[in-house]
């Protein structure tokens, strides 16, 4: 007997048995493939069924169980249950329909389980690589920092955080400490977690103004002016201008290069967000719409959008590289030290740690792909959003509800003595039976103080003809609910 029968048996979480491991694997990645390739031939939607629901209702599982069980479990719960966002009739929400190369590359980020914190490692390398042809695409100076982060939201409150700490000691003082009320300039438009950032920087609501639009939706420049002078004159410290590059609600662009003028011409801190829209310069079409943007101190944007990599993925660049450092420098010294050699400081420019290598799916997609594909799948979204205003004008029934800047699209069903507050209830009843018969998915939007459906025409898998279908079918559903309405009234 040797001493190494004494010792105690290891436990690891690699597989008992790799070849039925590498069977499943395979078997997984026939089985999605084939979900990808027949999306157009299913329902958009379903509804969770009820026994499905209850089946996440269960107790930690204690006993292990065969990955082919715990797969079909997914199969049965998990699969079949999706927001609909990779479908091709999906334009509810400004969701991107994710890329199947990506899908890969996730995989096999986290088969190296790669942690990406700017070590002398091939991560941080890729995630360095990304960053800088997220400033080429965009024109946005080579010398500038940046870092990709979960999404928008995020993105605007590293942003925002570089913006605060640029003109105040907040850092060391706390909020409190800052002699000035600190006051920041967005619109109605600016989105809400725009607001969500002011809030936990501790600056309070209160100090956004949020400046009227104008017809096109964009932020009143003279009006901003007239803010800012106003709140100057009140003693306060205006420090930074929130531009909107691509608005939630309607896609509306502010006039980004008039907002660049103002900040600089005020020493204010420009912030961008393009969440929605800064993807779309990839298309010199929208150029004219965008000029300015590169010239934002920060600039927020998603690329699990109009980009189509899967969730998460955002950016943020920021102009100042020093600046940017400065912000979030309470790293502890073992991250500094300089004996580690990193090759990025990705745990100084932003509130993470330890990250993952959202980077290689974007690398990877970018790559296999090229950038004229991604340009090329932009100016098909705005052919198909053209495509689709075009039926919505000629239709009797429907009607455009507000201006087009982008690739979002409000329009409702409308019917001949019906007032407002029935037009509102028979859009909604319009947009939940296509959601519910697995047609198509749009989403509501309050524009004017009227109920609009709402379609963002960012999907790489519509076709045309998708859209034809979706004003068929909005006009059907309509006719069909007015008729019934008719019905129980003669009843
Ligand atoms: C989606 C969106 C955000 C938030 O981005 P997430 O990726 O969802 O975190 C911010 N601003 C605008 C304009 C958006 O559309």
């Given at each position: 007997m040797g001493m190494d029968d004494k010792k105690p048996k290891t436990v690891t979480l690699d597989p008992d048995d790799w070849e039925e491991f590498r069977a499943v694997g395979h078997q997984m990645i026939d089985d999605m493939i084939a979900f990808l390739q027949n999306l157009h031939a299913r329902p958009v939607w379903q509804p969770i069924h009820p026994d499905v629901e209850k089946g996440f209702k269960k107790s930690l599982p204690m006993k292990p169980k065969n990955i082919q069980d715990v797969y079909k479990e997914f199969l049965y719960q998990?699969?079949?249950?999706?927001?609909?966002?990779?479908?091709?009739?999906?334009?509810?929400?400004?969701?991107g329909a994710g890329c199947p190369v990506s899908m890969y590359a996730d995989l096999l980020a986290s088969g190296m389980n790669a942690c990406t914190v700017g070590l002398p490692d091939s991560s941080s390398l890729v995630e360095l690589q990304v960053i800088d042809w997220m400033k080429e695409m965009l024109d946005y100076p080579m010398n500038s920092s940046g870092i990709l982060v979960s999404g928008g939201s995020a993105a605007n409150l590293v942003g925002l955080t570089v913006a605060r700490n640029a003109v105040s000691e907040a850092a060391e003082k706390g909020v409190g400490g800052i002699p000035k009320k600190l006051v920041l300039y967005g619109s109605t438009?600016?989105?809400?977690t725009v607001q969500r950032a002011v809030e936990v920087l501790g600056l309070g609501r209160d100090s956004i103004r949020k400046i009227p639009v104008n017809d096109k939706l964009q932020m009143d420049v003279q009006k901003l002016r007239e803010e800012i002078e106003k709140d100057r004159k009140a003693g306060h410290l205006p420090f930074c201008v929130i531009a909107t590059a691509g608005a939630t609600q309607t896609g509306s662009v502010d006039d980004l290069d008039a907002l660049a003028d103002v900040a600089e011409a005020y020493g204010l801190w420009y912030h961008v967000d393009g969440a929605i829209g800064s993807v779309g310069y990839l298309s010199p079409r929208l150029h004219s719409v965008l000029k300015g943007m590169n010239r934002a101190d920060s600039l927020a944007f998603d690329l699990h959008k109009w980009m189509q990599i899967p969730y998460e993925a955002g950016c943020v660049l920021i102009r100042s590289k020093e600046t940017h450092l400065k912000t979030f420098n309470s790293a502890s010294s073992f991250l500094k030290s300089?004996?580690?050699?990193?090759?990025?400081l990705f745990t100084e420019t932003s509130i993470q740690v330890s990250r993952n290598f959202k980077a290689l799916k974007i690398w990877m997609s970018l790559k296999t792909h090229g950038i004229d594909k991604f340009r090329m799948i932009i100016e098909q979204c705005l052919d198909q959003t053209a495509h689709l205003v075009n039926l919505i004008n000629d239709h009797p029934d429907l009607e455009l509800m507000a201006p087009v800047t982008l690739h979002i699209v409000c329009f409702r069903f409308v019917a001949p003595g019906l007032s407002g507050e029935q037009l509102d209830a028979l859009n909604q009843q319009i947009l939940d039976r296509l959601r519910n018969e697995g047609i198509a998915i749009v989403s509501n939007m309050n524009v004017k103080g009227r109920l609009t459906m709402r379609a963002?025409?960012?999907?790489?898998?519509?076709?045309f003809e998708d859209f034809d279908l979706l004003v068929r079918e909005a006009a059907r559903i309509g006719h069909d609910l007015l008729a019934a309405e008719t019905e129980k009234k003669a009843a």
């Amino acid at each position: 007997m040797g001493m190494d029968d004494k010792k105690p048996k290891t436990v690891t979480l690699d597989p008992d048995d790799w070849e039925e491991f590498r069977a499943v694997g395979h078997q997984m990645i026939d089985d999605m493939i084939a979900f990808l390739q027949n999306l157009h031939a299913r329902p958009v939607w379903q509804p969770i069924h009820p026994d499905v629901e209850k089946g996440f209702k269960k107790s930690l599982p204690m006993k292990p169980k065969n990955i082919q069980d715990v797969y079909k479990e997914f199969l049965y719960q998990v699969l079949p249950y999706p927001t609909g966002n990779i479908h091709p009739r999906f334009w509810g929400w400004i969701n991107g329909a994710g890329c199947p190369v990506s899908m890969y590359a996730d995989l096999l980020a986290s088969g190296m389980n790669a942690c990406t914190v700017g070590l002398p490692d091939s991560s941080s390398l890729v995630e360095l690589q990304v960053i800088d042809w997220m400033k080429e695409m965009l024109d946005y100076p080579m010398n500038s920092s940046g870092i990709l982060v979960s999404g928008g939201s995020a993105a605007n409150l590293v942003g925002l955080t570089v913006a605060r700490n640029a003109v105040s000691e907040a850092a060391e003082k706390g909020v409190g400490g800052i002699p000035k009320k600190l006051v920041l300039y967005g619109s109605t438009e600016t989105h809400f977690t725009v607001q969500r950032a002011v809030e936990v920087l501790g600056l309070g609501r209160d100090s956004i103004r949020k400046i009227p639009v104008n017809d096109k939706l964009q932020m009143d420049v003279q009006k901003l002016r007239e803010e800012i002078e106003k709140d100057r004159k009140a003693g306060h410290l205006p420090f930074c201008v929130i531009a909107t590059a691509g608005a939630t609600q309607t896609g509306s662009v502010d006039d980004l290069d008039a907002l660049a003028d103002v900040a600089e011409a005020y020493g204010l801190w420009y912030h961008v967000d393009g969440a929605i829209g800064s993807v779309g310069y990839l298309s010199p079409r929208l150029h004219s719409v965008l000029k300015g943007m590169n010239r934002a101190d920060s600039l927020a944007f998603d690329l699990h959008k109009w980009m189509q990599i899967p969730y998460e993925a955002g950016c943020v660049l920021i102009r100042s590289k020093e600046t940017h450092l400065k912000t979030f420098n309470s790293a502890s010294s073992f991250l500094k030290s300089e004996a580690l050699k990193r090759l990025a400081l990705f745990t100084e420019t932003s509130i993470q740690v330890s990250r993952n290598f959202k980077a290689l799916k974007i690398w990877m997609s970018l790559k296999t792909h090229g950038i004229d594909k991604f340009r090329m799948i932009i100016e098909q979204c705005l052919d198909q959003t053209a495509h689709l205003v075009n039926l919505i004008n000629d239709h009797p029934d429907l009607e455009l509800m507000a201006p087009v800047t982008l690739h979002i699209v409000c329009f409702r069903f409308v019917a001949p003595g019906l007032s407002g507050e029935q037009l509102d209830a028979l859009n909604q009843q319009i947009l939940d039976r296509l959601r519910n018969e697995g047609i198509a998915i749009v989403s509501n939007m309050n524009v004017k103080g009227r109920l609009t459906m709402r379609a963002c025409v960012n999907n790489h898998r519509s076709k045309f003809e998708d859209f034809d279908l979706l004003v068929r079918e909005a006009a059907r559903i309509g006719h069909d609910l007015l008729a019934a309405e008719t019905e129980k009234k003669a009843a």
